[in-house]
């Protein structure tokens, strides 16, 4: 089984900051892209931000400049830095990880977090 748990969520006001984390655990041989993905009240869940196993990142339009997707490869955790905090940026954010398991199949699966929920107000 493998096991993404998020952290780091919580209450805001506008301007502020706040550092999401995700572990993947269970039987892993090698994790690949890492992603933070969004899901605000009656909007379809989008992504934020995505890193690579080399470091490549991909942003949003929405939070470029603001946040930050960071990983420790090591410790099979990708982190979202995330500054200049709007209202708009409310929403549960989900980790995804695409991830290769010990047991079979041998083949790289997506695995979701149960998320974590951001409020950005004042």
């Known amino acids: 089984q493998v096991q993404l748990v998020e952290s780091g969520g919580g209450l805001v006001q506008p301007g502020g900051s706040l550092r999401l984390s995700c572990e993947a655990s269970?039987?892993?041989?090698?994790?690949?892209?890492m992603g933070w993905y969004r899901q605000a009240p009656g909007k379809e869940r989008e992504l934020v931000a995505s890193?690579?196993?080399?470091?490549?990142?991909n942003y949003a339009d929405s939070v470029k400049g603001r946040f930050s997707i960071s990983r420790d490869n090591a410790k099979k955790t990708v982190y979202l830095q995330m500054n200049s905090l709007k209202p708009e940026d409310t929403a549960v954010y989900y980790c995804?990880?695409?991830?290769?398991?010990?047991?079979?199949?041998?083949?790289?699966?997506?695995?979701w977090g149960k998320g974590t929920r951001v409020t950005v107000s004042s």
């Open positions: 995804k990880a695409a991830v290769i398991r010990s047991t079979p199949p041998w083949v790289s699966m997506d695995y």
């Open positions: 269970g039987s892993i041989v090698s994790v690949n892209t």
């Open positions: 890193i690579t196993s080399g470091g490549s990142t």
